[in-house]
């Protein structure tokens, strides 16, 4: 047997025409001597294919030969001297193989920054088209239920208000009262200048009953359980397991998103209502050691001092930041692909998502209210 012979090429360029000169062997067990120089060199778009040197030639030397030709612009190639099979090789390699992809976009300037800032615009509306579509269709899904109640999933239900709400009651509270205890100082410390730190029981009672209660609950549910239903969705839909249920007659949007939305419909207030409770329990022992506020007269004050309606207006928030949760880590889920690397990506949209709706939608909130006077 032969040995191969070592590929070559050199491209000579003269008044008249640009040429390529391909010698010895382009094959697999030879292209690893000249493939890195040959990818580096630019063809001109009039190039011209002597192959009257070339050895043998298999589909992997043809390949690499159609992509510097595809860069250049050149097809289709014209040929000098004779082989027997460049040319054909080299069309039927074209014909399956993909175009070289473009070359890297540079910078333009203020031109790239608009253009960037009007494809985002653009991706943000149609993500925002698409997550209100999925509301629909989830709305319509839960009135379907709710005229026929035996297909509602209790079990699913329940055991999502355990795993979302009842197992995250004790970070809610945890986190709620310590932000409590710094809000009141805070207060204390601005208010103690003007000998009026008794205000901040006030400032306690509406930061907390208003904003703080449940805007925490709904960041620590984004965090928390949003990333959990989307992991879930996402990883049953790498697994197929949807495209069974729905071959079973199933349909997911009743098992998998109804369940989960409902739930948090319930369990958002009642978290939010501990979240609230547990911030002015921080308040009221900051008050305690540092200000000699009494518990009674804190509460009392609280009471007297800060209108009911400052709770309402925190818990009307409530299930509207529990149903952003649920939707849009369930739309993630449905969403995700069949890699992991899909699967990481959806979730981690997911919990941003999540947290810039919870801010977006205390801040109309906030709007809406001040509007109405409350």
């Known amino acids: 047997m032969m040995n191969p012979v070592d590929p070559g090429f050199a491209l000579e360029t003269s008044d008249e025409k640009t040429i390529l000169r391909l010698t010895g062997d382009w094959t697999v067990a030879t292209l690893q001597l000249v493939e890195r120089e040959f ?8 190039v011209v294919l002597d192959v009257s040197a070339l050895g043998h030639l298999d589909t992997a030397g043809a390949f690499l030969i159609d992509r510097q030709l595809r860069a250049g612009g050149v097809w289709p190639p014209q040929f000098e001297g004779a082989h ?3 040319a054909s090789l080299l069309e039927q390699v074209h014909a399956v193989s993909d175009p070289v992809p473009p070359a890297p976009h540079r910078p333009l300037g203020i ?4 253009e960037r ?3 985002g615009t653009v991706d943000m509306l149609s993500e925002l088209v698409a997550t209100l579509a999925f509301l629909g269709e989830t709305v319509a899904t839960i009135f379907r239920l709710a005229a026929q109640p035996w297909k509602f999933r ?12 009842l197992n995250a009651m004790p970070i809610v509270a945890f986190l709620s009262f310590f932000v409590g205890m710094v809000v009141a100082y805070i207060g204390a410390t601005t208010l103690r200048d003007f000998d009026l730190e008794i205000y901040t029981v006030e400032l306690i009672g509406y930061s907390m009953l208003r904003e703080f209660g449940v805007v925490l609950t709904g960041i620590v549910l984004a965090g928390r359980t949003n990333s959990s239903f989307t992991a879930q969705i996402g990883t049953m839909k790498m697994r197929q397991e949807i495209d069974a ?11 998998l998103v109804a369940p989960r939305v409902l739930a948090m419909l319930v369990m958002t207030p009642i978290l939010a209502f501990i979240a609230t409770l547990a911030g002015i329990a921080g308040g009221v022992i900051v008050g305690w050691t540092s200000l000699d506020i009494n518990p009674g007269v804190f509460i009392e004050r609280l009471r007297t001092a800060v209108p009911l ?7 009307t928030k409530a299930p509207v930041f ?30 941003v998502q999540a947290i810039f709706s919870i801010i977006v939608l205390d801040a109309l909130f906030a709007i809406f209210y001040m509007e109405l006077g409350i």
């Open 117 to 119: 800032v009007g494809r």
């Open 84 to 86: 027997n099979s460049a």
């Open 39 to 46: 990818a580096e060199i630019a063809l001109p778009a009039g």
């Open 154 to 165: 209790w079990t699913s239900i329940v055991a999502v208000m355990e795993e979302a709400g």
């Open 309 to 315: 309606d400052q709770f309402w207006v925190g818990m």
């Open 245 to 255: 249920m729905q071959t079973l007659g199933l349909k997911p949007m009743e098992v």
């Open 111 to 114: 031109i790239d920054l608009l």
């Open 322 to 351: 529990g149903l952003v949760v649920a939707l849009i880590a369930c739309r993630q889920g449905l969403l995700t692909g069949g890699s992991v690397q899909s699967l990481g990506h959806r979730t981690t949209t997911s919990v």
